[in-house]
């Protein structure tokens, strides 16, 4: 098949899926839900993160002193698992499902010059907390597509400053970045549904997913996008395994 | 069975680009745009009307700003700062806060005050109607307009009396929240992050030189200064202070960034008076 063709295939499979998440837009019974669990591994060795050199802000250096920063683009842990992967439901859920926006309010913390976590995960129209740790000034600076519906924005945070608490309209990977410290970037990953981001040993549970057949997605900022295809019974687990390959 | 396979997809791929349209970078077509022509911009008792605006648009502004307006005419190449991309819907001078669309009377005073140090001049030979017509010209490039409203406006009390004392705390401010990371402790655009800083698009940017004698890009009144530090000015690095500076404290800074300005000013006089010492970056947070 020509990259054409296949590029055609995908795009009706999409049309396909979209039809179907309008046509079977019934409400999902909390009851049944069950979960997709999986882990997240680099296969070959992790490459080098390069340390940061703070020395614009004496207060970045000293906070590192003892424990030097480094990039955390790909991030490793025991046995291979790969940390910051989120993961979620790219097709398959009932739009029921899908338009429930959990309450709790995931925290972007800028803690010693560096973003806590590197990437965080939330879903569309969820509230979000970015807080500071640090007595230093930083403004926070997510880089939407403005495109999208998604707006970019720009605020300081001083010592001390109170949450700046936002939320986005529309599923999409947006750069975060603080223009004082330009070694700081982060990631807001907005997904539509369930997700979950994996821990320091590559882990994840997507909690909350209703019985059916999907696609689940792994993204890693340096790595892109995986997909698998899963089925979750009632109340029962689905699992999805991915492998990266090292660069 | 392959080649109905084909067509089917075909079909069905059509359908997907003609009934999903994918938000991407990808730009408007001149269709897209052309939707939005009947957009209207309301300043006081103008109606500015976009249809109207199209051959003063094509005279003055496509060869910066593009046919499509984003910022992609022929002059593009040669201009730096680059020219506004209005379909994206991202203004830098705003009387609302960061993240939300500008009043129909912020464009209005941004055409006739033009931009200084930019390619934008100030377009004070147009009449109200040709301004408030421009205005929903370049409205009408973002689809943006259609999904949401222009955000409301900050407040900005009354300016209080200028005192040695205001002056002062308005040093406190500018050490506290840190200006001079990027402006630098004399306002020279020299502080330790000014040799890094990007626009939202990833091009290199200046801070503003207070000391050289340059207007502020969005106004130069008192109020303008007031205005752009609790709006942050979108699309740079430049960002809100409005949820850190309270707004009798906002003065106090406005009075005290005169000082560092190479213009003659009561402030001036006053911080020479009084002596004042520039701040101190070593100092921990807080005590300089």
Known sequence: MTNRHKFAVILSAIVLLCCGAFISGNRVNAAGEGKITGAVKLDGTAPHMKGIDMSKDPYCVKAHASDPAHLETVVVGSGGGLENVVLYISEGLPAGASSEVPTSVPVFDQKNCVYTPHVLAMDVNQKFKVVTSDQTTHNIHPLPNPMTGNIPWNQSQPPGAAPVEKSWKTAEVIPVQCNIHPWMHGWFVVVKGPYATTDSNGSYTINNVPPGNYTVTAWQEDYGTQTQKVTVAAGGAGTANFTYKAK | ??????????????????????????????????????????????????????????????????????????????????????????????????????????????????????????????????????????????????????????????????????????????ARVQCWKCHGVLGQANGPSSSTLTDDLGRPIAAFNFTEGARPKCGDTDRDIYRIFMTGLDGTPMPSYADNIKPDEAWDLVFYLRTLMSQHSIEKEMAKKLDLKPVDPNAPAGQQ
């Open chain 2, 1 to 174: 069975m392959r080649t109905r396979l084909r067509r089917w997809s075909l079909l069905l791929s059509a359908t997907a680009v003609l009934v999903f349209p994918l938000a991407s970078w990808a730009q408007l077509t001149p269709s897209d745009i052309n939707t939005r022509i009947g957009t209207e911009s309301h300043i006081g008792n103008i109606t500015g009307h976009a249809k109207d605006a199209k051959s003063d648009y094509r005279r003055y502004c496509v060869v910066c700003h593009g046919e499509l307006g984003d910022g992609n005419g022929e002059s593009f190449p040669w201009v730096d700062p680059k020219p506004r991309d209005f379909q994206l819907g991202v203004f830098k001078c705003r009387s609302t806060p960061t993240g939300t669309l500008p009043t129909d009377e912020d464009l209005f005073d941004t055409i006739a005050r033009g931009l200084d140090r930019s390619n934008m001049p100030q377009w004070s030979t147009f009449t109200k109607q040709q301004r408030a017509d421009l205005v929903a010209w370049v409205k009408h490039f973002s689809p943006r307009w259609a999904n949401e409203k222009p955000g409301t406006p900050i407040q900005i009390p009354a300016e209080p009396e200028v005192t040695a004392e205001r002056i002062k705390a308005g040093r406190d401010v500018f």
